[in-house]
């Protein structure tokens, strides 16, 4: 069954304090890897595409990479404007063009 | 301005009250669905649509229904509402039904059934 996990549910970071949110999959075939940010109250936005393994993207302070079997969202030196919920979804290769998502990481960045 | 527009953004509804949540988008994307969020469940999704007058089943779809009569119009309906559908409703679009598309979000739709 395809499946999207991401980890840590949470995640708190001091301004500055630069870490990585993991979103691991498991799918019959990847057409494509997306990260997307939500924030209160609002739709998802899209962030980030990535097709195959060994690619990486950046945008501003952060920078999403892609392995066979998991990618991460580096975010470098994180300000509180970064705080959001990171969703992880992935389009499989199999049947219609469906997107499974993970639950998300709530990222939460104290000035 | 592109972009997904849903209402009503927040319902307060009656069990067994038919309800309808509309969709509209400006972007002339052949591709919308829609999707309820629950906590510790992600997205998933109800219906999607690959065209007008093309609809098909996604991962949820009991209770629910959906016409594409327009190609901007996308609304989703309850027939018979039920807690359980208790949700944030969110629909969604992307220029065509192929690979590696983005998805466009609206703003969401809080239901509450009671």
């Known amino acids: 069954e395809d499946q999207v996990t991401q980890s840590p549910e949470a995640l708190r970071l001091q301004e500055g304090e630069s870490s990585s949110l993991n979103c691991s999959y498991t799918?019959?075939?990847?057409?494509?890897l997306f990260w997307y940010r939500q924030d209160p109250g609002k739709g998802p936005e899209f962030l980030f595409t990535?097709?195959?393994a060994g690619e990486e993207k950046e945008k501003e302070r952060l920078k999403a990479t892609l392995t066979k079997k998991e990618s991460f969202l580096h975010i470098t030196a994180p300000k509180p404007e970064d705080s959001a919920t990171y969703l992880c979804?992935?389009?499989?290769?199999?049947?219609?063009?469906?997107?499974?998502f993970g639950t998300g990481t709530r990222l939460k960045v104290l000035a | 301005e592109a972009q997904v527009t849903q209402n009503p953004r927040y319902l307060i509804t009656v069990t067994g009250k038919k309800l309808t949540v509309t969709c509209s988008q400006n972007?002339?994307?052949?591709?919308m669905s829609w999707y309820r969020q629950d906590p510790g469940l992600g997205l998933r999704q109800i219906y999607y649509?690959?065209?007008?007058?093309?609809?098909d089943k996604g991962d949820v779809p009991e209770g629910y229904k959906v016409s594409r009569k327009e190609k901007r119009n996308f609304p989703l309906i309850l027939e018979s509402p039920s807690p359980n559908q208790t949700s944030l409703y969110f629909c969604?679009?992307?220029?065509?039904?192929?690979?590696?598309?983005?998805?466009?979000f609206g703003s969401g739709t809080q239901l509450s059934v009671l």
């Open positions: 969604a679009s992307s220029r065509t039904p192929a690979t590696n598309e983005k998805l466009f």
């Open positions: 799918v019959s075939g990847l057409r494509g």
């Open positions: 990535l097709y195959s």
């Open positions: 979804a992935v389009q499989a290769a199999s049947g219609t063009y469906k997107y499974i």
């Open positions: 972007m002339n994307h052949e591709y």
């Open positions: 649509s690959m065209n007008v007058e093309v609809t």
